[in-house]
C-alpha cells in the first residue's frame, strides 16, 4: 500500500476555484490509477475524477469542464483543480490509489486499496 496525504481543502465562494494536491509514497506511483472521490453527508462516496495509469482520464459528470485531475509522476502527486465551484460540491474530498493488479473497477471505491485522510471542502452560495 501507499501512504496518501491530501491538503488544499477549504472554503470559497461559489464560483470560487481550489487546488486539491495529494502526495503519495511508494516507489512505483506511476503505475497506480489515482482518483479524486467525495462524501457529503448522508450520501455514498463517488468518484469524481480519476486518472488512469496509461495516460487517460474519468470525470464524473457532474464536474466536467469545471475539474480538472493532473498528475506528477516525478513528484508522486496527483491534483484535482476544481473552477466554478457550487455549493453541490461541498463535501469531504478523498485521495485514493489502485494498485495495478486490483481487478475491481476504478469507478467504486472497491477498486482502490489505499486512502488519504480526506480534506474538507465547503462552498458558500
Known amino acids: 500500500q501507499v501512504q496518501l496525504v491530501e491538503s488544499g481543502g477549504g472554503l470559497v465562494q461559489a464560483g470560487g476555484s481550489l487546488r486539491l494536491s495529494c502526495a503519495a509514497s511508494g516507489r512505483t506511483f506511476s503505475t497506480y490509477t489515482m482518483g479524486w472521490f467525495r462524501q457529503a453527508p448522508g450520501n455514498e462516496r463517488e468518484l469524481v475524477a480519476a486518472s488512469i495509469s496509461g495516460g487517460s482520464t474519468k470525470y464524473a459528470d457532474s464536474v466536467k469542464g469545471r475539474f480538472a485531475i493532473s498528475r506528477d509522476n516525478a513528484r508522486k502527486t496527483v491534483y484535482l483543480q476544481m473552477n466554478s465551484l457550487k455549493p453541490e460540491d461541498t463535501a469531504v474530498y478523498y485521495c485514493?490509489?489502485?494498485?495495478?493488479?486490483?481487478?475491481?473497477?476504478?469507478?467504486?471505491?472497491?477498486?482502490?486499496?489505499?486512502w488519504g485522510q480526506g480534506t474538507q471542502v465547503t462552498v458558500s452560495s
Open positions: 485514493a490509489a489502485r494498485n495495478p493488479s486490483y481487478s475491481s473497477s476504478y469507478l467504486y471505491p472497491m477498486g482502490y486499496n489505499s
